[in-house]
């Protein structure tokens, strides 16, 4: 199985990259799954209904988020139609499964490729420099323990700030997932690799978005808060857009080879 995952998609010019190149990318390099980050679709912080649909229609099989999930406040009744009803697309949506169980959405789904191989997503969001939540470690325990035997083919989506956490959370999976790879600082990291139990690892796949400016936000705003604390509003900039990612190979739920992607938008 070849799997496409797709780092954060960044605001309208990181929507605008999907939609221009996934299809062309999916068929050219046989891709089977397609996984993507959408925390930041909308304006560059959070993500809506129309908005995940919008990039569903694209071939993104399922969405995974991280922090910036509950930033606009219309997702909250997406996400609990995924609790009500298992064939609404919002089960596609995925928030990270330590969250507090009482908050909507789920952080495992459980899918078919259209060749019927099973397969498995799982968002987890880390500790370290962010929001204290439930352990990473031990809800990932908690969620592999439910999967079939049939289910080998396992994704995970370790949203972290620090990379000794998201390294960390690699280990410790290693042999038990197909791949580990880390979301939300937007920069790309040139350390994937595949451990001695056959799980493929990247710290950051990067970001889908414009890279002109500062993880995706105009240069301007960013440093009006840097420089004079001034809370003001970021705004997406433009330029230099990539799609960013990692396209995983697996045998039998295990990785054999591990490829880092940044395609830049040349048109």
């Excluded at 909250?76 to 990270?96: G, K, W």
């Excluded at 899918?111 to 204290?132: H, S």
């Excluded at 139990?197 to 710290?203: D, L, N, R, S």
């Excluded at 890279?211 to 997406?236: C, F, H, K, N, W």
Aim: charged share 20%; aromatic share 6%.
């Amino acid at each position: 199985m070849r799997i496409l995952f797709i780092g954060d998609i960044y605001g309208q010019p990181g929507r605008r990259v999907v939609r221009d190149h996934l299809a062309d990318i999916a068929r050219t390099r046989a891709v089977d799954l397609v996984v993507a980050n959408g925390e930041n679709a909308a304006a560059g912080f959070g993500i809506t209904p129309p908005l995940a649909e919008e990039l569903f229609g694209y071939g993104i099989e399922v969405l995974t988020t991280g922090n910036h999930v509950w930033d606009k406040r219309e997702i909250l009744p997406y996400l609990e139609q995924a609790t009500s009803d298992v064939a609404h697309p919002a089960r596609r949506l995925l928030r990270p499964a330590n969250f507090g169980a009482a908050l909507p959405g789920a952080g495992l789904y459980q899918g078919t490729t259209r060749g019927g191989e099973p397969y498995a997503v799982l968002n987890l969001q880390g500790r370290v420099f962010m929001t204290p939540l439930d352990c990473p470690f031990r809800t990932a325990d908690a969620l592999l323990a439910k999967l079939p035997p049939a289910c080998r083919t396992i994704l995970v989506d370790f949203h972290a700030e620090a990379t000794s956490e998201k390294q960390a959370m690699g280990w410790y999976l290693d042999g038990r997932v197909t791949a580990v790879l880390g979301t939300h600082t937007h920069v790309p990291t040139a350390d994937e690799r595949i451990l001695p139990q056959g799980t493929a690892v990247q710290t950051d796949v990067g970001m889908t978005g414009a890279y002109a400016g500062i993880i995706g936000s105009r240069v301007e705003d960013v440093m009006q808060r840097l420089l004079q604390g001034y809370p003001a509003r970021l705004e997406p900039t433009s330029g230099d857009v990539c799609l960013c990612g990692a396209l995983i190979e697996a045998t039998d739920g295990r990785a054999v080879a591990i490829e880092r992607l940044m395609l830049r938008k040349t048109d």
